[in-house]
């Protein structure tokens, strides 16, 4: 009798998953999936929870997956004695996969380095027992960002192409072109005033021809010049 009342119970429970999709669900040949809660890392296991349903809704959304909702999961896991609690292994995924009548598992981890989450996802092949897609998503910020950060997974995970933005191409500073120095012609006019005379030197020697020499005026004292040449019958 207690056979009997478990076998009525699970046909019931299959049943009732069978008719909880839409008609145009069952029309289109999208891939039976189950998502096992994503394991969190550096989160608490709400928040976890909540991004494991965000997962399901997201790949509800694409239009590419038939996937089953928690309860249901729930309800014929229990139906059959089977503890999810732990199964967090490859081959227990896959074991689920199974009793649930799905084509494939969904199982993965958030992480968190620093400021910087990880997020990884994988899918299984209940069939085959291989991974059949991966998507490693990075996300620096709060933890509200991984919600965004779930629609990318998803589309890895259809195999839908996602447009990278790429970063803007730092502009090259333009290097100053530099000044020619000018040349200065001091040497040269200082030996025209000592052709010239005392006169020459005496207006050299008191700054008077500064200007016209172009000399710096600031620090640091000039050499001496050579002493005018002596004139005729002068001694």
């Given amino acids: 009798m207690a056979v009997l009342k478990k076998s009525l119970s699970l046909f019931l429970a299959w049943t009732i998953f069978l008719f ?43 239009g590419v997956f038939q996937v089953v909702e ?5 309800m014929l896991l ?3 004695g089977f503890q ?12 689920m996969g199974k009793m ?4 494939a598992m969904a199982t993965g981890s958030i992480g968190k380095l620093g400021t910087m989450w990880t997020l990884d996802v994988r899918m299984f092949d209940v069939g085959t027992g291989e991974i059949s ?16 950060l779930l629609k990318l997974v998803v589309k890895d995970l259809a195999g839908i192409p996602v447009e990278e933005e790429q970063p803007a191409a730092a ?19 200082l030996l025209l005033l000592v052709a010239i005379g005392g006169g020459g030197y005496y207006a050299y020697s008191e700054g008077m021809l500064d ?11 000039l050499p001496m010049p050579p002493d005018p040449p002596t004139e005729p019958g002068s001694n």
């Fill in 78 to 80: 229990e139906e059959q």
């Fill in 100 to 103: 649930l009548g799905v084509q």
């Fill in 20 to 62: 909880s999709f839409p008609v145009t669900v069952h029309s289109q040949d999208r891939l039976a999936v189950a998502v096992m809660d994503l394991e969190g890392r550096g989160l608490s296991a709400m928040e976890a929870a909540t991004l494991t349903d965000r997962l399901r809704s997201e790949m509800v959304n694409i």
């Fill in 70 to 74: 928690r309860g249901q999961m729930e």
């Fill in 171 to 189: 502009e090259e500073p333009v290097a100053e072109a530099e000044q020619p120095k000018k040349k200065s012609g001091g040497f040269f006019k």
């Fill in 211 to 221: 200007e016209l020499l172009g000399q710096d005026t600031g620090p640091g004292d």
């Fill in 133 to 148: 897609k991966v998507s490693s998503r990075n996300f620096q910020g709060g933890v509200e960002g991984l919600l965004g």
């Fill in 84 to 95: 999810q609690t732990g199964c967090t292994s490859a081959e227990c995924a896959v074991e």
